[in-house]
T-cell receptor, first 113, second 116 residues
Framework: TQLLEQSPQFLSIQEGENLTVYCNSS?????LQWYRQEPGEGPVLLVT?????EVKKLKRLTFQFGDARKDSSLHITAAQPGDTGLYLC?????????????FGRGTQLTVWP | DAGVIQSPRHEVTEMGQEVTLRCKPI?????LFWYRQTMMRGLELLIY????????DSGMPEDRFSAKMPNASFSTLKIQPSEPRDSAVYFC??????????????FGEGSRLTVL
């Protein structure tokens, strides 16, 4: 059973389009992180959200943590080929031991020029 | 500063052979994690250590897998005997969670294991 469900699993779009990917769970998380992974490399942290309802912006990327801290979304404006990669959300379960981070399976994004 | 260093980057072996994967975490980090990534199951946590002590090994698939962290700068993940279903990319990651750390995971580049 996957604690964090990500959708869509695959997304293929043209340069300049906007997109949103989702990360959902029935569990409450004390914090949630988004990572991006490129081929042949390990995931790299993009952002951490902690407070319910929190919105963080990183250039063209907007991250939102749900009010109930069970879900999150990542919105990319005017996608570019350099945004191509596997986007992973990861949450620290409020009831779990410190350091126990659960990962979703990810959304594979491809942006065509 | 050097990041998390893993070796080997690629390993091809035959079923039944012993495989040892190595990891050097970022100096000063207090947590070390071993993950396995496959298309089918995504990133799975195998085991993690805090200050060299194993905290949670519930993700280790079976007794064929073992992990050690003899000191703060080195960890190994061993598979003996290896099986084709162990084929995956194995990641090591380290983090500073205590002492006001952010909890960000820093991943190595991974070890791609193929068991024939």
């Amino acid at each position: 059973t996957q604690l964090l469900e990500q959708s869509p699993q695959f997304l293929s779009i043209q340069e300049g389009e906007n997109l949103t990917v989702y990360c959902n769970s029935s569990s409450v998380f004390s914090s949630l992180q988004w990572y991006r992974q490129e081929p042949g490399e390990g995931p790299v942290l993009l952002v951490t959200v902690v407070t319910g309802g929190e919105v963080k912006k990183l250039k063209r990327l907007t991250f939102q943590f749900g009010d109930a801290r069970k879900d999150s979304s990542l919105h990319i404006t005017a996608a570019q080929p350099g945004d191509t990669g596997l986007y992973l959300c990861a949450g620290i379960d409020r009831g779990s031991t410190l350091g126990r981070l659960y990962f979703g399976r990810g959304t594979q994004l491809t942006v065509w020029p | 500063d050097a990041g998390v260093i893993q070796s080997p980057r690629h390993e091809v072996t035959e079923m039944g052979q012993e495989v040892t994967l190595r990891c050097k975490p970022i100096s000063g980090h207090d947590y070390l994690f071993w993950y396995r990534q496959t298309m089918m199951r995504g990133l799975e946590l195998l085991i993690y250590f805090n200050n060299n002590v194993p905290i949670d090994d519930s993700g280790m698939p079976e007794d064929r897998f073992s992990a050690k962290m003899p000191n703060a700068s080195f960890s190994t993940l061993k598979i003996q005997p290896s099986e084709p279903r162990d084929s995956a990319v194995y990641f090591c990651a380290s983090s500073l969670i205590g002492s006001g750390g952010t909890g960000e995971l820093f991943f190595g580049e991974g070890s791609r294991l193929t068991v024939l």
